[in-house]
């Protein structure tokens, strides 16, 4: 059998492959993108009232944003894989050696401006979910948000100086100051840091409920809404995190892999906040007055459990027109009045 396979190294081949099964994966990344984006607007337009109007007005706002941002890196991402693949197939070295040497024309600028854009605003919405669940923490909220909002700050600056280099050469080639494997460690180690604070945030409330036995079934708090796994998963945006980390190793590595995970990152990092954005639109995510919920329901709970526990047993009996009150079944005392009757419940 011949074979019709350009004149190309395994190893040029093996980066075109990757570089073109991420294009693939973006693309459906992108389907989820636009799914969630439906779901959200959906959700917050059908719910909103006066109470919530100026909150889900944002929350449209920020997923419309981040909607447009994922279309353009699609669309970017697209028409720079038709350039290499397909209207410019014979340039020396194949699609890989293209993808080097064109990184900065507009077409791909578009992609990279919007990839770090929609990387701001993902990174903005999980300190303000930290926040919000942090927001009843016995220590000053500015105290335990300091530090994240530093490496947030970081985060902008090292985006800037990427979207600086990535405009005259490809962040694939060998560069003494690389700010790509700089901006995506910054966004990683802020995403790490969030993701830690807030799951251990919610396994102490988790831990909190479930020592109260009945808690759920009495009160009407679900623990899974607000401490669930998936809940944790949501909240923390652990698959932005994962994603993260699945593109920073094999970058740092020099492994074509990271053709992948950069493409496939542009769409999760969108996915992550949408998810938040769908369960705050249902009402499942965790607010600024869940905790004081759940805390003050925990209280009511084990006071009414204690009051039944020690409250004396009471009853009346009748018995020739006299009544007996029994208190503990140790003290009597007789009375003349009618035949009376007190449940336990009352207080």
């Known amino acids: 059998m011949s074979d019709y396979s350009p004149d190309e190294t395994k190893s040029?081949?093996?980066?075109?492959?990757?570089?073109?099964?991420?294009?693939?994966?973006?693309?459906?990344?992108?389907g989820a993108v636009l799914t969630l984006f439906i779901l959200a607007f959906y959700l917050l337009c059908s719910r909103i009232d006066r109470w919530n109007g100026r909150s889900h007005i944002a929350f449209l706002v920020y997923i419309t944003v981040q909607f447009i941002l994922a279309t353009l890196f699609q669309a970017s991402s697209a028409r720079f894989t038709q350039l290499a693949f397909i209207n410019n197939r014979d340039?020396?070295?194949?699609?890989?050696?293209?993808?080097?040497?064109?990184?900065?024309?507009?077409?791909d600028m578009l992609g990279n401006t919007a990839y770090v854009l929609s990387n701001w605003l993902a990174d903005a919405l999980l300190l303000w979910r930290c926040s919000i669940i942090y927001s009843n923490c016995r220590f000053p909220l500015w105290m335990i948000m300091a530090f994240?909002?530093?490496?947030?700050?970081?985060?902008?600056?090292?985006?800037?100086?990427?979207?600086?280099?990535?405009?005259?050469?490809?962040?694939?080639?060998?560069?003494?100051?690389n700010f790509t494997i700089i901006d995506s460690s910054v966004s990683l180690g802020l995403n790490l840091i969030l993701t830690i604070m807030i799951v251990s945030r919610l396994i102490l409330y988790r831990y909190r409920i479930s020592s109260t036995s009945g808690f759920g079934s009495t009160t009407g708090i679900s623990e899974r809404y607000y401490t669930g796994v998936i809940a944790m998963i949501v909240e923390s945006a652990a698959l932005y995190a994962a994603f993260s980390l699945?593109?920073?190793?094999?970058?740092?590595?020099?492994?074509?892999?990271?053709?992948?995970?950069?493409?496939?990152?542009?769409?999760?990092?969108?996915?992550?906040?949408?998810?938040?954005?769908?369960?705050?639109s249902q009402g499942k995510a965790w607010s600024t007055a869940t905790a004081q919920e759940i805390l003050s329901a925990?209280?009511?709970?084990?006071?009414?459990?204690?009051?039944?526990?020690?409250?004396?047993?009471?009853?009346?009996?009748?018995?020739?027109?006299t009544s007996t009150v029994q208190v503990d079944d140790s003290m009597t005392k007789k009375t003349t009045s009618s035949t009376v009757s007190i449940s336990d419940d009352v207080v």
Do not use: C, H
């Open 12 to 30: 040029q081949l093996f980066d075109e492959n990757m570089w073109l099964q991420g294009a693939l994966i973006t693309a459906v990344g992108y």
């Open 91 to 107: 340039y020396p070295g194949g699609p890989g050696a293209y993808e080097l040497s064109f990184f900065s024309i507009p077409v």
């Open 148 to 177: 994240p909002s530093l490496v947030m700050l970081g985060s902008v600056a090292s985006g800037i100086l990427y979207l600086i280099q990535v405009s005259t050469s490809s962040p694939f080639l060998n560069s003494s100051a």
């Open 246 to 280: 699945f593109f920073i190793i094999p970058f740092g590595l020099g492994s074509s892999v990271e053709n992948i995970a950069f493409q496939a990152l542009s769409q999760v990092q969108i996915i992550a906040p949408l998810l938040i954005i769908v369960r705050v």
């Open 298 to 321: 925990k209280e009511g709970l084990e006071l009414k459990t204690a009051r039944k526990e020690f409250m004396p047993q009471m009853r009346f009996a009748s018995r020739d027109n």
